[in-house]
């Protein structure tokens, strides 16, 4: 099994921060969304006291990688969430796309090599959420 990012919604954990702050501030999105990207302590800081089992919050983003795996493996995935969507790109080759709540899910409550490789994606496309996670020192 081989998982390799390829892209994922720009600023995201940013705009996690921004969903959090809608819910809780009374300025508009779009503003929120500009004092975040100038400020990424404080962006920092809400997403440590974000409770990650939470979901709603962690929905506004993509996340796409190739995956090289067998059919069980594949199986596997799409029998533990219904979220992960998959298109098979030829024999053994597979295009992933999640959002970051499929991603955390998947990663808290399952072992195995492809847990490791999601959660080790996280470094790149969330760092915070990833220490959040204990991603350090994996």
């Not at 969507?85 to 899910?105: C, F, H, P, Q």
Request: charged fraction near 25%; include cysteine; hydrophobic fraction near 45%.
């Amino acid at each position: 099994m081989k998982l390799e990012l390829i892209e994922f919604t720009p600023h995201l954990e940013e705009i996690v921060a921004v969903a959090v702050l809608t819910t809780t501030a009374g300025s508009t999105p779009s503003r929120l969304f500009r004092r975040a990207t100038k400020n990424p302590d404080r962006v920092k800081a809400i997403l440590k006291g974000l409770q990650l089992q939470h979901g709603s919050v962690l929905e506004h983003n993509r996340v796409d990688w190739l995956l090289d795996a067998s059919d069980g493996e594949v199986l596997h995935l799409l029998l533990k969430s219904k979220f992960f969507n998959l298109t098979n790109l030829k024999e053994g080759v597979w295009l992933l796309s999640a959002n970051l709540r499929t991603i955390i899910e998947f990663v808290t409550a399952e072992k195995g090599p492809i847990r490791d490789a999601l959660l080790n994606s996280m470094k790149t496309l969330a760092p915070n959420m990833y220490r959040c996670l204990g991603g350090e020192g994996l």
